[in-house]
């Protein structure tokens, strides 16, 4: 009984709604012991009659090619039109290789999604210590922009030491949003080539933030008082792209 649709999403094009989830196989009798932690396979489903049409499709594969050596969870759907074509881009977090990994739909044929193989997204070589930098997210538009991005650390910030060496003392040691952008629906993906390819917010930006808020807060319950001197970024955040292929950032 491990079917279960865990980190659903959700997109829809003109004519048909979609589902997109993960469900965990690691607990079927035959798993390997040389196959992935928790199993995490991908599924979408759509409504083949159309919009309240009452006939979803039988699950079907995101990964054409998955074997159980893959581990794909908490996926993020991006989605574009552009008069012709639906273009279907997913990313995927994999618990056990560790990285982020994107499928970009080959064709989209009376609904059915065909995707080709997956692309390695988010290098883990290229992020600091692990646990530190959050799942990938994905938004489009339907001019073809768009972004892939997370909240996270660079190769070289050991949280667990408390050191930060080359590479990431020549970018930021701190967290912050990473992203990278597309203008041909996820074709191919570019960035800041001194950053792995990622644009990122740099410290001045958050400095000047800081420049405007109070140099203290005061808990309303206790009376208690923080010095406001510096900055970190949790784990809630969003990133969206907009008509232009202008970038919009959102972090706590």
Known sequence: ?????????????????????????????????????????????????????????????????????????????????????????????DWTRGGSYLFKSEAVEDGYIVNGFETLIVNPAHLGTDGYSSAAILSMNDNGQGLLGIDGIFAGNDMDAGTCTAPAANITCNKTAMFKITDNFGQSWYGDQSAFD????PD?????????????????????????????????????????????????
């Open 1 to 93: 009984n491990a079917a279960q649709a865990r980190y659903p999403s959700a997109i829809s094009s003109e004519e048909y709604p979609y589902a997109i989830w993960t469900e965990t196989t690691s607990e079927v009798d035959d798993w390997s012991e040389n196959c992935s932690e928790w199993g995490g396979r991908p599924y979408f489903s759509y409504d083949e009659f159309g919009w309240y049409g009452e006939s979803w499709r039988y699950p079907a594969e995101i990964d054409p090619f998955y074997d159980c050596t893959k581990d794909l969870w908490t996926g993020s759907v991006g989605h574009g039109y552009d008069s012709t074509t639906d273009h279907v881009s997913v990313v995927f977090d």
């Open 198 to 201: 990622f644009y990122y917010v």
């Open 204 to 252: 001045e930006v958050f400095d000047d933030i800081l420049s405007t808020w109070p140099n203290t807060d005061v808990d309303p319950c206790t009376g208690e008082i923080s010095e406001i001197d510096n900055f970190w970024s949790w784990y809630e955040f969003d990133m969206r792209v907009d008509g232009d292929g202008n970038p919009h950032i959102v972090m706590s």
